[in-house]
Each structure stands twice: as C-alpha cells, then as structure tokens.
C-alpha cells in the first residue's frame, strides 16, 4: 500500500492537473462565444418579434403605402403567392 504522503501527493497533482484541463477548454471555448452570442441574439429577436408582432405588421403597411407596387412584390414573394399566381396563369392561357 502506498503512504498517506503519497496519496496526498497525488491528491494535489490530480487537482493541478484538473485545474489545467479546465483551463484550456475555457480556452477552447472562447472560440465559440461569437456564435452563441449571434444565436442568443437571433432568438432574442425571434421572441421580440413574437410579442410585438405589430412592428413588422407596420413596416409592411408604410411599405405598401409609400411604394404600392414594390410592397406587393415583396409580399408575394414572402407568401409565395407569386409561383402559384404564375403557374395559375400558365394555365389559363393554355386553356384559353
């Protein structure tokens, strides 16, 4: 059996030793930060949105009212009612 010096000696060195590790993947981490604080932010704003739901409602309108035609095409291309409005079209001209 080994002495209760070496243990304690071995004590002490796996304790350095688990400080060193936990320092270095502190170290490897930090070069994840910038992603997770865009994520963390992203999401922030995802719920903003969601309890405020008037804001982009706003825009959308002053949008259309100050350029009609630029609104509705953003519109449609954000509903994706331009596709269906195209194919739809598609056949009714070869209907017609």
Do not use: I, N, T, Y
Request: hydrophobic residues 50%; aromatic residues 10%.
């Amino acid at each position: 059996m080994s002495s209760p010096e070496d243990r304690w000696r071995r004590r002490l060195e796996l304790v350095h030793r688990s400080g060193v590790l936990r320092e270095r993947l502190a170290g490897h981490g930090a070069a994840l930060r910038p992603g997770f604080a865009a994520a963390e932010q992203a999401r922030d704003a995802g719920r903003w949105l969601r309890d405020h739901p008037w804001v982009p409602a706003l825009a959308a309108v002053a949008l259309v009212l100050r350029r009609p035609r630029r609104g509705l095409r953003w519109g449609w291309k954000l509903l994706g009612l331009g596709r269906w409005l195209w194919r739809a079209q598609a056949v009714w001209r070869r209907w017609a």
